[in-house]
């Protein structure tokens, strides 16, 4: 199933025309600013300004009112709840009540540039009452943006950088800034964190699922900007000081404490043979790169063997020459059976080039679309929405940079990976797109691995050293090649790395 016929069945455009070229120079920023074609905000009267507020059908949990009421008291606060608690939505019941009684007139949020129409409809749902505009889009657009009058805009820290070089925002415009997945500046030396620095509002929230607690450096660099002179400007105070300073302005919950009916999770792992084509073309790899190994100097040696750890990882996918693959054949049938059920299913691969691509065509015909970075932000969006209201698509086959952060897909509960993650909280995160607020049955995770390969003794090695990995790498992070094997590099001692392939 193509993105085309999805975009067609549902009767929207395939990217948000806002304005024609023509209109420019007649517009004003008090002119009333058109809408993408996405749900509209409720009809009638608007809702309670004095209380939090909820959709219809929809509620704010008990915990949720707290982080909503705890952002509302803290002009300074990070909010580091657990992946999958909704903090965005608390975000915005607080930034709503704040405008709504006048103690915030404009709030800027900036975010990762992914997920920019996903706060837009998170606004338009749970905020229906205020003016926001995502500022996206070609330089021209984006000037009108920055001059309409709006409660909030919403842009990615990219844009928001390069706007600011070019004049066309203006950093003294807002009373509050929130900053999503605040990590972002955690590197003070940056042109990201040089533009964030620029904006002085009273307000300063950030938001963050990723653990903090460990990172000084990152703590330092997140503080010196949402508090000025609450932490020293270099590393040398204890942690345990730091985390003294810091607790006023901090809440984080975790799933396990405040969704205690949120349904469990079931993981099972599967064992195939590689199809005859795929077992030819794995030994002939296997044997080229282990001699190649053997001839290389010591030093090179680990860099070609994590070289040829990829190549047969994605042959353990399928075949490159002619398509077999063991994966999809059990794919295919357990897809038979989830879609006559009616239910939907991620599939995650971190090959979405060689991996994804190439299985579409075997994907498609149980309503399939691929989701990686080739996608807009619209398009995403639209994708996006599509899966979680309508009945198509039906199996999303996804990348994690461009599936792993900052969406929701509650209407799948079957996870399928294709690829053994080193780090178990990367395959976690990926997870938690369904595993998340709004899920009400069992979500079913199901890892793919292949007998008398590589991806065997992966698994041996990742559970010995599951604690290592699992600390030390950012599960917001996806590494290309290079990165992972300097990953691997560093976490692996030279003698695993070659006993991969029994080197030594």
């Not at 996405?38 to 309670?48: I, K, N, S, Y």
């Not at 915005?92 to 837009?120: M, N, S």
């Not at 994690?400 to 996870?415: D, E, M, P, Y």
């Not at 938690?432 to 992966?458: F, K, W, Y």
Request: aromatic share 8%; proline share 7%; charged share 25%.
């Amino acid at each position: 199933m193509s993105l085309s016929t999805v975009t067609q069945s549902l009767g929207l455009p395939p990217a948000p025309a806002i304005f024609a070229e023509s209109e420019w120079g007649s517009q004003s920023p008090d002119a009333p600013l058109l809408f993408f074609d996405l749900p509209a905000a409720p009809e009638g009267a608007a809702p309670d300004p004095g209380a939090l507020y909820a959709p219809p059908g929809e509620e704010l949990y008990d915990y949720q009112e707290e982080g909503a009421r705890y952002l509302m008291e803290h002009p300074v606060a990070l909010l580091g709840d657990e992946m999958g608690l909704g903090k965005s939505i608390q975000a915005i019941a607080a930034l709503r009540l704040l405008i709504r009684r006048g103690e915030v007139g404009r709030a800027l949020i900036l975010c990762p540039k992914t997920l920019i129409f996903d706060w837009y409809y998170k606004l338009r749902r749970w905020a229906p009452d205020l003016r926001a505009v995502p500022v996206e889009g070609p330089r021209k657009r984006r000037q009108w943006y920055w001059r309409s009058q709006a409660h909030v805009h919403v842009t990615g820290y990219e844009t928001w950088r390069e706007d600011l070089k070019a004049g066309l925002a203006d950093p003294a415009a807002y009373d509050l800034i929130l900053l999503d997945e605040i990590q972002r500046i955690k590197n003070p030396e940056t042109a990201t964190h040089r533009a964030v620095a620029r904006v002085e509002a009273r307000w300063r929230w950030g938001l963050s699922g990723t653990p903090l607690e460990n990172r000084v450096e990152e703590l330092l660099a997140i503080f010196h900007y949402l508090k000025p002179g609450l932490l020293p400007s270099r590393k040398g105070c204890p942690v345990e000081e730091i985390h003294r300073r810091i607790a006023p302005y901090v809440l984080r919950r975790r799933k396990a404490d405040v969704l205690r009916h949120l349904p469990p999770k079931e993981y099972r792992t599967v064992w195939l043979d590689l199809a005859p084509a795929q077992r030819l073309a794995y030994e002939a790899a296997e044997r080229a790169g282990v001699l190649a190994i053997r001839q290389a100097g010591h030093a090179a040696a680990p860099m070609i063997a994590l070289t040829l750890l990829n190549k047969l990882k994605q042959i353990c996918n399928l075949d490159p020459e002619t398509g077999a693959s063991c994966k999809v054949d059990y794919l295919e049938q357990e897809l038979a059976e989830l879609i006559d059920r009616g239910e939907k299913v991620l599939i995650f691969s971190q090959y979405p080039k060689v991996t994804l691509e190439r299985l579409m065509p075997r994907l498609e015909p149980f309503g399939a679309i691929l989701f990686d970075g080739s996608l807009s932000d619209w398009n995403r969006q639209l994708v996006v929405h599509h899966f979680q209201h309508k009945e198509m698509p039906r199996v999303l086959a996804m990348s994690l940079k461009a599936g792993g952060v900052g969406i929701t897909l509650t209407r799948a509960n079957h996870v399928y990976h294709l690829d053994h993650w080193w780090n178990p909280a990367v395959a976690q995160q990926a997870e938690d797109r369904t595993h998340r607020i709004g899920q009400r049955r069992t979500v079913h995770v199901t890892s793919l691995l292949t007998r008398g390969t590589v991806e065997e003794r992966i698994a041996q090695l990742v559970e010995q050293k599951r604690e290592l990995f699992h600390q030390v790498m950012d599960p917001l992070t996806e590494l290309n090649e290079d990165q992972e094997q300097q990953f691997v590099l560093q976490r692996l001692t030279r003698e695993e790395i070659l006993g991969l392939f029994g080197v030594h």
